[in-house]
């Protein structure tokens, strides 16, 4: 069986497909807000120019998400799967944002958790990179079980390089 780096998933919480080129306004909807991306190594993305940059890179990752509210149809965010190494039996979950709306409900450990139950059939080790002054998504990190490894800079999609902590979460 292999890793399918774009399955539909759900719980009583969300339902997450894969990301179409016909999703970008919607999900530009979501992400044109500063607060969302005020702890983030790339603060800009709420301008439409630089958010079209991480959704060719989300499209071209072949392993993005659009997340919906199960319950009401809204869009709540995004995520991905990027740079799966089946030799290595590690991928990477990342490049995530939750609206405001749904901050502090639950959402965004729903979908992580979603993501991690399903990797974890295929491989053994999780990493996550996450902004150095993104103190919002570390308490995340904790929250979920993963653990900081290491800190190094992390290139962006059409971004530059980044300051990240690496965490982990193993089999």
């Not at 919607?26 to 079209?52: G, I, M, T």
């Not at 979908?111 to 059939?121: D, R, S, V």
């Not at 990190?141 to 653990?147: E, F, Q, T, Y």
């Amino acid at each position: 069986m292999s890793f399918d780096l774009q399955p539909s998933l759900s719980n009583e919480l969300i339902r997450i497909e894969p990301l179409k080129e016909t999703d970008f306004e919607k999900l530009y909807a979501v992400a044109n807000d500063p607060l969302l991306w005020e702890q983030h190594p790339n603060p800009d993305r709420y301008k439409k120019e630089v958010f079209a940059v991480y959704f060719k890179g989300a499209m071209e990752s072949g392993g993005a998400f659009i997340v919906y509210d199960k319950a009401s149809g809204e869009v709540v965010g995004s995520s991905r799967f990027y740079d799966y190494n089946e030799s290595e039996k590690t991928v990477l979950i990342g490049y995530t944002f939750v609206g405001r709306p749904f901050w502090g409900k639950g959402y965004n450990p729903a979908m992580k958790n979603l993501m991690i139950a399903h990797a974890l059939k295929f491989v053994d080790s999780i990493l996550f990179h996450v902004g150095a002054l993104n103190v919002r998504s570390q308490k995340a990190m904790g929250k979920l079980g993963a653990v900081k490894i290491s800190e190094e800079l992390v290139e962006y999609y059409g971004e530059g390089k980044k300051l990240n902590f690496i965490y982990e979460i193993r089999s």
